[in-house]
């Protein structure tokens, strides 16, 4: 370990773990803790950090060079370097003029764009009722969430159905009660050689021919992925190919032509306004000075809660019921993202670098496992996502999906000591031993820090500007750990595994493995040998 300012990182932590979080947190300059960008605002005066913390942080993001590895990310220069790859995700948001690559997305762009329009428009020459998105991880979970954050409910439009899963029942679930006369089947996937998503593929394409036959059949289909051949090879129509970027990563592509069923389903304006949000963001993040950057500054605060302060998971809470997926997509990005080992940057890594990331919708949490986040003995770095239009004009509601946000995050912080509980109780008319005992298992240690992130509305342009803030904030934390956010090797193990053991169980020689293994495929082979 030979990064200089991590020493004082170390020393501010050791100070503020012997500190009560509820006395750091009664602070005067409460708006200093308060992390403003575009459509959003970042509430952390309820963490464990304060200007000590955070300026030892901003020694290390120097170290470090974040400054100018941001200016690299912009320039389109290699910051992928185990890939040898820039990183653009952030160009198919109006930005990356003068880059080749991203003048070359921006013509794709167009071309997905007239598509959707020509789709909506019944130009494909069948009234386009319902979308069937084939996808798995990044070519998956982010349109998901994006579908479910930005569509209308009301809309007489298509509606996108998603099937991922290589369980067969997920895609009959997926095209239960849809007609394959009125859908679009949308085949997404950047390598084009996942295999749920060509298992998946493939029975799309035996659905449609098998109710339109095979002429008719590929007029129902279209294919997103940055292996235009293989997906030519597969037997999509030329036409029907849209490319993505071999620099825009898996778990960064919603904005790409990944997000076509999006583009369709949501209209051009919707689709148009969400990119203009992740462009605002983009801006935010490129030009503000690191020390009004959010999405830096939450990558700071990050590193220091589970690095130096030694947090093991973040949960993300988010208090809207059309984020529930954010969590889930959340998962991926930071933990594909940052989940590594493999120091990148000259010194070396700094401790345990991505926290393990879990979450729910609020207010669902609460009556599942929000107990042991207020008594339980394990720590967790929680972050509620909150909309201040919440309730969509239902302001009764609204006020109070947001009133109990606020109180999560303030009993987590205040807790409730087995003295006031007692008093509570006897001012119930419970007294004695009775209420002493029971008063002892109500006690709430409090001191339970958590962010607040806190958008204007949930329109596009701010869903966008969440969604820009959380890839920016991954990318400055993989700085800050010294390894690369945008490689997955660790992948790539398991699929190779899964064939071998697919072909094992059907039949064929196992070879050499642990004898756990071998007595699974035993098992299954009963049911499976072929
Ligand atoms: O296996 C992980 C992964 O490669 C992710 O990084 C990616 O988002 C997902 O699988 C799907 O990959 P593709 O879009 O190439 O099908």
């Known amino acids: 370990m030979t990064l200089a300012s991590w020493k004082q990182v170390e020393a501010e932590a050791k100070r503020i773990a012997g500190m009560r979080l509820q006395d750091l947190a009664a602070r005067e300059n409460v708006a200093e803790f308060v992390w403003a960008a575009p459509h959003l605002e970042a509430d952390v005066a309820k963490q464990p950090i304060d ?36 990183a653009l995700h952030w160009a198919l948001r109006g930005g990356g003029k003068g880059i080749p690559a991203a003048e070359a997305m921006a013509r794709e762009a167009e071309k997905a764009a007239a598509f959707a329009k020509k789709a909506v428009g019944g130009g494909l020459g069948f009234e386009l009722k319902t979308i069937l998105h ?13 579908w479910d954050a930005l569509r209308d409910y009301d809309s007489k439009g298509p509606e996108i159905r998603f099937t991922a899963n290589v369980d067969p029942e997920d895609f009959r679930e997926a095209t239960s009660g849809i007609d394959p006369k009125t859908t679009l089947v949308i085949v997404v996937s950047k390598s084009f050689k996942t295999p749920e998503t060509a298992s998946n593929a493939k029975l799309a394409r035996e659905w449609l021919v098998k ?34 970027d071999e620099a825009v990563g898996g778990r960064y592509s919603v904005w790409s032509s990944v997000g076509l069923s999006l583009q369709i389903a949501l209209g051009a304006d919707r689709w148009g306004r969400f990119l203009k949000g992740g462009g605002e963001m983009d801006a935010h993040f490129r030009d503000t000075p690191l020390k009004q950057n959010a999405p830096a500054r939450l990558a700071m605060m990050d590193v220091f809660l589970h690095s130096a302060l030694g947090i093991p998971t973040r949960t993300v809470l988010a208090y809207a019921h059309r984020l529930r997926k954010l969590p889930d997509f959340l998962q991926q990005l930071e933990m594909e993202s940052n989940g ?29 496992f929000h107990q042991l986040l207020h008594q339980g003995m394990r720590q967790s770095a929680i972050e509620f996502v909150a909309a201040l239009d919440a309730g969509a004009g239902d302001k009764a509601r609204g006020r109070e999906l ?34 002493k005992e029971q008063a002892r298992h109500m006690n709430m240690e409090g001191g339970r820090g958590s962010t607040t992130v806190l958008l204007e509305d949930l329109s596009p342009e701010s869903v966008g500007a969440l969604i820009a803030m959380y890839e920016h904030r991954t990318f400055a934390a993989g700085v800050l750990w010294g390894i690369n956010p945008f490689d997955q090797w660790g992948v790539e193990r398991g699929k190779v595994l899964a064939e071998e053991l697919d072909k094992a169980i059907a039949g064929s020689d196992a070879g050499k493995r642990d004898p756990s293994t071998l007595r699974l495929v035993e098992r299954a082979r009963g049911r499976f040998r072929s």
Not at 212 to 224: I, M, Q, W
Not at 344 to 367: E, F, R
Not at 402 to 427: C, I, M, P, V, Y
């Open 402 to 435: 947001l009133a109990n946000a606020f109180a999560q995050a303030e009993g987590l912080l205040a807790g409730r000591s087995a003295k006031e509980a007692e008093a509570q109780l006897t001012a119930q008319g419970k007294t004695g031993d009775a209420a």
């Open 134 to 146: 084939v996808g798995i991880g990044g070519s998956d979970l982010g349109p998901r969430l994006i």
């Open 51 to 86: 200007a000590g913390a955070m300026s030892a942080m901003e020694a290390v993001a120097d170290e470090r060079g974040l400054t100018g590895k941001i200016k690299s990310l912009f320039a389109g220069e290699i910051v992928n370097a185990s890939e040898n790859r820039p």
């Open 211 to 244: 109710h339109l036959g095979e002429k008719e059949a590929n007029n129902h289909l279209a294919a997103v992925s940055s292996a235009p051949d293989k997906a030519k090879a597969w037997g999509a129509a030329e036409d029907r190919i849209f490319p993505m």
């Open 340 to 368: 590594k080992s493999a120091a990148d940057s000259a010194g070396g890594l700094i401790g345990a670098t991505a926290p393990v990331v879990w979450g729910s919708v609020g207010t669902l949490g609460q009556h599942s």
